[in-house]
């Protein structure tokens, strides 16, 4: 049978941690020692829905608690996500949207990865991602974010693809008071937020309310889309070179309220007067701005002990997603030509959708099965896309390009550019945990979902976990995942750039990791993983798919990656703690054979968190992302690496807590590559040096 290269590198890492495992468990005295000191502080639910030890959880995961996010001194959540291994936050362009890309798993609209917050999608039925208007999230009010890395369809369903997030926010408990705070520093930012944790009789209350806003980056864009059509028809409409459009208002609040077994989560996130980063058509449009309301309600009961050797818990969900354009978003600026004609008020268009998500789920957990412990559960989803209609002085020809229509109109139904739709999703998944030796854990799962518009599929998963020592585990695991089509990719209508296409069929991947975790010191951490995995029915668009000359969505090829990640922690002395992690990546094109590009093969963070006084910290972090390569047919050089540095530096004045931290510190020229075929030729900027000041106050 043939092993390809990093199939073989897998099997002989674990055979090689094997041989070391024998010669440990040796002796059972000294198990017995680590497990005194070690114990297992840190734990982990994303990986089986039920709590789990961290370093025995039937996956690659990562936890990162509110003390790390404090002593990184970061702002938002993009800023989080980057530390962690195998992960890079990247901006696309539009918006000032970050693709929060897995493994080098990327596509335009990061489609590819499941945010969840409190176990709910984020997922809107639109673009199939949380949102191009997500436009940031706050940190405050987060208690910690836990991360799958690899595939989570068998226990998450649809998109859990390259991986999973799951941000879980702080309970009445973690926040024990009042507090509030302020944070003001460059590109105009300013927020104040305000939190509290008590009780209302036997009720446990945790609340949170934030209000920010920022300027954003707005450095210059020296070329653009309409440069080109600029030089194609003779015409001088670029508002190139220009700055970017990068400014948003925010409002968050959060209600969490529990009673003995039951829970009631709600959130509201308003994002308002959001930017149109390099531009909705990559053609600059200083004066677009765009809107998101997001109101997400949740309640739950579990009981863990509802009989003998049951458990069993519910939870039903609601989600409202509007998306409002306030000022129209001009796609193409005035005076630009078209081979249908001119634009002399530019090409304008602004769409408008509402979406009502309703979720309903129930499981069990059963332990009566010696050496087992069952999990089974099933569901309902109910997506709802209603209420569309879109602002704009253009009509779309056969050959897909705009054509003036006149004046600014309101259009709805088949002259919008996409008509109301639904989508039902019933799911089934069964998971078994079989300790079967004393040692050695065996994770099997299966999950079947049903779609209303695009079919069945079956994923499965399967983990090995052996606890060879009580300082070494080792982890051998293979799953299968799928992304869903959005709604976009499936009946987009009357759009001059794609089409939809509703006979696509879902995008799956099929994963083979393994993984081991070494406590060689107490003091001292080290993992490593290495994976490799094949992507198949990719969707992207392409000429003639469904008629005329315009461009269409397809399931095309197919991709194929496999790499390494490795992360070290070393608590140093009990001032002083060192971080890091260094991962990388090879994806290539099966059709082409080439690299995939966009996204870094080499990527390397570090930290450290030095107490060099009492009640003062300071911490400052490295970030390396390099190896960027283009796409076949984009001929412009690699992306540059970039190499940022940053410092935090943190005191405890009674109540009040100090944090300063600088950006950036180097002022480094980091960009992001701008997608082809390369509109944004010099690509997208990231922020020079930026400097933030934070007071908090507990009450």
């Known amino acids: 049978m043939y092993l390809s290269p990093h199939t073989a590198m897998l099997t002989a890492m674990l055979l090689a941690f094997s041989l070391v495992a024998n010669a440990r468990t040796q002796n059972n005295e000294e198990d017995d020692d680590l ?42 959540l993009d800023q989080v996500l980057e530390s962690v291994a195998g992960m890079h936050a990247e901006k696309i362009g539009a918006n000032d949207f970050s693709a929060y890309v897995m493994r080098g798993i990327i596509n335009e609209l990061n489609s590819q990865i499941l945010v969840l917050q409190n176990g709910v999608p984020m997922t809107i039925l639109l673009t199939g991602n949380r949102s191009r208007l997500w436009a940031g999230y706050p940190l405050q009010h987060i208690s910690r974010i836990e991360i799958i890395r690899g595939p989570g369809s068998a226990l998450y369903g649809a998109d859990a693809y390259s991986g999973v997030i799951n941000i879980i926010t702080k309970t009445s408990a973690e926040i024990q008071g009042t507090e509030f705070g302020i944070i003001a520093g460059s590109l105009s930012t300013r927020d104040a937020w305000i939190q509290h944790g008590g009780k209302i009789g036997s009720v446990d209350l945790a609340a949170y309310l934030r209000m920010g806003k920022t300027a954003g980056n707005t450095d ?13 028809f003779g015409t001088h409409a670029s508002l190139a070179p220009g700055p970017m459009n990068n400014g948003r208002d925010a ?36 004066s677009g701005k765009l809107k998101s309301q997001r109101l997400t309600s949740e309640i739950s009961w579990s009981d863990s002990h509802f009989g003998q050797d049951w458990g069993l818990g519910f939870n039903l969900s609601y989600m409202q997603y509007l998306q409002r354009l ?39 957990i059963y332990s009566g099965w010696h050496d087992h412990q069952l999990r089974l559960g099933l569901g309902h989803d109910d997506l709802n896309m209603y209420d569309i209609y879109e602002y704009k002085n253009f009509l779309v020809t056969p050959a897909g390009l705009p054509q003036p229509a006149g004046a600014v109109q309101t259009y709805t139904g088949a002259l919008a550019f996409l008509e109301p739709h639904r989508r ?19 994770m099997a799962g299966l999950r079947h979902d049903r779609y209303s518009d695009v079919g069945s599929t079956t994923n499965p998963r399967l983990a090995l976990v052996w606890a060879a020592a009580y300082d070494l585990t080792a982890k051998l695991m293979y799953g299968e995942a799928f992304r869903a089509p959005s709604f976009a990719e499936l009946y987009s209508i009357n759009n001059p750039a794609q089409r939809g296409n509703p006979s696509i069929q879902p995008e799956t991947i099929k994963t083979l990791e393994a993984a081991v ?49 490795t992360e070290l922690n070393w608590q140093a002395s009990r001032q002083l703690r060192l971080n890091g992690n260094y991962s990388y990546q090879r994806n290539t094109d099966q059709t082409t054979n080439q690299d995939a590009g966009y996204a870094p093969h080499h990527h390397l963070f570090a930290r450290a968190d030095w107490q060099f006084v009492q009640d003062w910290s300071l911490s400052p972090q490295f970030n390396w992302v390099a190896g960027r390569k283009r796409t076949v047919g984009d001929t412009r050089p690699p992306v540059a690496d970039y190499k940022t540095l940053d410092l935090s530096l943190r005191t405890n004045a009674g109540a009040w807590e100090v944090s300063g931290s600088i950006r950036n510190l180097m002022n480094a020229d980091a960009r992001e590559p701008s997608f082809a075929p390369g509109s944004i030729v010099n690509d997208i900027p990231l922020p020079g040096r930026s400097f933030y000041l934070q007071l908090v106050y507990k009450m």
């Open 35 to 76: 497990k005194a000191i070690y114990g297992d502080k840190l734990t982990v639910s994303i990986a089986t829905g039920s709590q789990k030890s961290l370093r025995l959880a039937p996956a690659v995961t990562s936890v990162i608690t509110a003390a790390d996010i404090r002593a990184m001194g970061a702002t938002d």
């Open 220 to 232: 210059t864009i020296s070329v653009d889309a309409q440069s080109g059509l600029d030089r194609l």
């Open 251 to 286: 409002i968050d609040a959060n209600l969490d309220l529990s009673y003995e077994k039951w829970r009631w989560r709600n959130s509201f996130m308003l994002r308002d007067n959001i930017g149109t980063g390099t531009g909705t058509s990559s053609a600059l449009d200083p």
């Open 326 to 364: 306030p000022s129209p978003l001009v796609l193409y600026p005035a005076g630009t030509t078209f081979p249908t004609g001119i634009f002399p008020n530019g090409i304008i268009g602004s769409p408008n959708t509402s979406e009502r998500q309703m979720r309903a789920s129930a499981y069990a």
């Open 424 to 442: 039902k999703i019933d799911y089934v998944y069964i998971q078994d945990e079989w300790q079967f030796a004393p040692d050695w854990n065996l």
């Open 517 to 565: 975790i070494w406590q060689a010191r107490n003091d001292l951490q080290a993992k490593i993983n290495i994976f490799q995995f094949r992507m198949k029915n990719l969707i992207r668009t392409v000429s003639n798919a469904i008629k005329g000359t315009g461009s269409s969505y397809a399931n095309t090829n197919s991709q194929e990656g496999h790499g390494m990640e």
